[in-house]
Structures are given as structure tokens and as C-alpha cells.
């Protein structure tokens, strides 16, 4: 069982919608949690990053949470936008090794 | 700035052939360089990462090799590839063990 479960798998909103999207990690403890963005045949970007003692963290419309009591992060976009369509990773880092989600795939429609 | 370049960025090649894929990295020295494998609808799987010239850890085995002859250059390669091969591979970087730094990519088919 991977060690970092996202959800949804996919997910399709439409243009100015909200939306959240989750990742479960098993892993505990770790140094850091990021989610990045991968556009679609493009490298990852880091969007943001959370220390264990964190518990959120926001980079413009992108708002990351972290509940190290139930190992749950989330990432909340406000206001999708058409470019906010991509996968999104979820990735947790232990100690030099970074374990990856499988991703959520978002579609923002017109 | 930092920049992080791959080539080619799509590649066909028969079963059986050889690959050779190549990454390099401008702007930052001893990097730790990292490739990656990702599947169709699959998460990102590292192949190997690397923390100095010569210097070569692999993740998982398989007919793939890496190889690492200058301090910002790291090189994907198989001397026979298998349809399971397909895939898009991504070359990363980072200073010691902190945030990676992805490049954009080569899209993989095996035929």
C-alpha cells in the first residue's frame, strides 16, 4: 500500500469554483510535506511546503493544511482559474526520501 | 538562475534498442541530480539520484543505468529497451537533500 494516498483521482469543476483536494500519508514523522503542480507533459513545480509543525500554508489562490494528528493535508484552490488544470502531488519527505502520491488530476471547464 | 535541461523531449525507439538520455543542469555546483519514472495515471517512481561525479544510487533494478561524467550532467541509459520502458522520464535536481527541481521532461514510447 503506497504510503501517500491522494484524493481524488480525478476531478472536473467548472471556471471560478472552489475545490479541495486530499492526501493521506502513513508516514510520521517526516521533515516536510509539499504539493506540487505538473501540467500536463511538464515537470513538477513546488507550490508549497509544510514543516511537521506546520499547519498551513498559502501561496496566492493555493492554500495547503496539514493535520499531523489524523496525517491528513489538503489543498484548497479558490477561484479556479482554466490554468489551474493539472495533476497535483502530494509528496512527504522522511528523512532524505521523498515518497510520492499518485496524484489528483484537475480539469477547470469554461 | 538555475536551469534544468533534458533532451529529447519525445523520443520513439523500437524494442531491443538502445537509449541514451540526457539532463544537465546550469547555474548551481555538486547538485544532487535525480532521474525519475513516471507512468501513465502512475505516481513519480526515482530510478536513481546521484550526489557526485561518479557517484550513482539506483532505486529500483532493472535494464536501465545511469551514469554521471561531469559534476551538472546525468545520463539515462538502456543497451536494450523493453516495452515496459515506456514512460515519461523526468531529471531533477537539488541543493543536498532540499526542495527538487524538475525539468521539463522526455515523453518515452516504446514501439
Known amino acids: 500500500k503506497n504510503q501517500v494516498e491522494q484524493s481524488p483521482q480525478s476531478l472536473i469543476i467548472l471556471e471560478g469554483k472552489n475545490c479541495t483536494l486530499q492526501?493521506?500519508?502513513?508516514?510520521?514523522?517526516?521533515?516536510?510535506l509539499r504539493w506540487y503542480k505538473q501540467d500536463t507533459g511538464r515537470g513538477p513545480v513546488s507550490l508549497t511546503i509544510m514543516t511537521f509543525s506546520e499547519n498551513t500554508k498559502s501561496n496566492g489562490r493555493y492554500t495547503a493544511t496539514l493535520d499531523a494528528d489524523t496525517k491528513q493535508s489538503s489543498l484548497h484552490i479558490t477561484a479556479s482559474q482554466l490554468s489551474d488544470s493539472a495533476s497535483y502531488i502530494c509528496?512527504?519527505?522522511?528523512?532524505?526520501?521523498?515518497?510520492f502520491g499518485a496524484g489528483t488530476r484537475l480539469t477547470v471547464k469554461p | 538562475s538555475q536551469t534544468i535541461h533534458q533532451w529529447p523531449a519525445t523520443l520513439v525507439q523500437p524494442v531491443g534498442s538502445p537509449l541514451s538520455l540526457e539532463c544537465t543542469v546550469e547555474?548551481?555546483?555538486?547538485?544532487?541530480l535525480y532521474w525519475y519514472r513516471q507512468a501513465a495515471g502512475r505516481g513519480l517512481q526515482l530510478l536513481f539520484y546521484?550526489?557526485?561525479?561518479?557517484?550513482i544510487s539506483s532505486e529500483v533494478p532493472q535494464n536501465l543505468s545511469a551514469s554521471r561524467p561531469q559534476d551538472r550532467q546525468f545520463i539515462l541509459s538502456s543497451k536494450k529497451l523493453l516495452l515496459s520502458d515506456s514512460g515519461f522520464y523526468l531529471c531533477?535536481?537539488?541543493?543536498?537533500?532540499?526542495?527538487?527541481?524538475f525539468g521539463p521532461g522526455t515523453r518515452l514510447t516504446v514501439l
Open positions: 492526501c493521506n500519508y502513513t508516514v510520521s514523522p517526516f521533515s516536510n
Open positions: 547555474g548551481t555546483s555538486n547538485p544532487n
Open positions: 546521484s550526489v557526485g561525479i561518479g557517484q
Open positions: 531533477a535536481w537539488s541543493v543536498l537533500w532540499d526542495e527538487q527541481f
Open positions: 509528496v512527504v519527505t522522511v528523512n532524505n526520501d521523498m515518497r
